[in-house]
């Protein structure tokens, strides 16, 4: 991992080997900005941040699993001695679970399986990187969240949710809504702005590449969000056309 010589925004995307964390990466570093790509496997890392450098971006791999706490106390140190700081957290790794039926048949668990990535990971990795971002002058962090996470959109039976009750998926993305929220609130008297960021259904190996979106359309909101000017917004959740109901 080299340095940042230019004091130019440092970025950690998470689970940014591949799909829409690899875009979002690309698209802030085609941005001017040194993206660090958390990744659980060191080597699809490497590799990612190598196809990156090619496009001229300045992009480094990170081993991060998510889920391991002393690894991401780990990751954490790493970044203080390398650059002192974080400028955006987007919290993108997440699962949607082996589980795939009715409510009544999950288990606890099937529940926690989801679970341990998309909502317990994503608060131990902002909370290791939370006091790298109160240096940045403008923190930034986002999480990748869902549609089908909106208690709106579900209740509302003739939306297009309708049909769709995945209780694993769905309410891990809910309660990482409830996060964004928490965190919001706790830093709104700092500079730093937390939102979720909604991609809509993209293409990527979570939906075997079934979503009627790129990767690239997917990206814009979580990109958007991570270079929100001063008088941005925090504590919403957006997709491309802006708010999303809570």
């Known amino acids: 991992m080299t340095g940042n010589p230019e004091g130019g925004p440092i970025a950690l ?5 591949k799909g829409l964390g690899r875009e979002i990466a690309r698209q802030l570093g085609a941005r001017g900005v040194s993206v660090l790509l958390g990744a659980r496997d060191a ?11 090619t496009e001229g971006i300045d992009a480094h791999p990170l081993p991060l699993d998510v889920t391991d706490p002393a690894g ?9 001695g390398r650059y002192g ?3 955006i957290l987007v919290n993108n790794a997440g699962v949607n679970g082996t589980f795939h039926g009715p409510p ?3 288990t606890a668990e099937q529940l926690r399986e989801v679970y341990e990535t998309n909502v317990f990971g994503v608060l131990t990795v902002t909370n290791a990187m939370l006091p790298l971002l109160r240096r940045s002058p403008a923190g930034r ?10 208690l709106t959109l579900n209740a509302d039976l003739s939306g297009g949710f309708g049909d769709y009750n995945l209780v694993t998926y769905q309410s891990s993305k809910t309660a990482l809504n409830a996060l964004t929220l928490a965190y919001a609130r706790e830093l709104r008297d700092t500079p730093i702005k937390v939102n979720a960021a909604n991609p809509g259904f993209t293409a990527t190996d979570m939906n075997n590449h079934r ?24 504590g919403t959740s957006q997709d491309e056309s802006g708010p999303v109901p809570w």
């Open 13 to 17: 995307v998470t689970g940014a080997n």
């Open 43 to 53: 080597r699809r890392g490497e590799l990612a941040a190598e196809a990156l450098a």
């Open 72 to 80: 991401v106390a780990d990751a954490a140190a790493t970044i203080d």
């Open 85 to 87: 700081r974080l400028d």
């Open 104 to 106: 009544s048949a999950a």
């Open 141 to 150: 962090i986002v999480n990748m969240s869902s549609a089908v996470g909106s």
């Open 211 to 234: 979503g009627h979106q790129t990767v690239e359309q997917g990206a814009v909101t979580a990109v958007r969000l991570a270079l929100l000017p001063p008088d941005g917004p925090t």
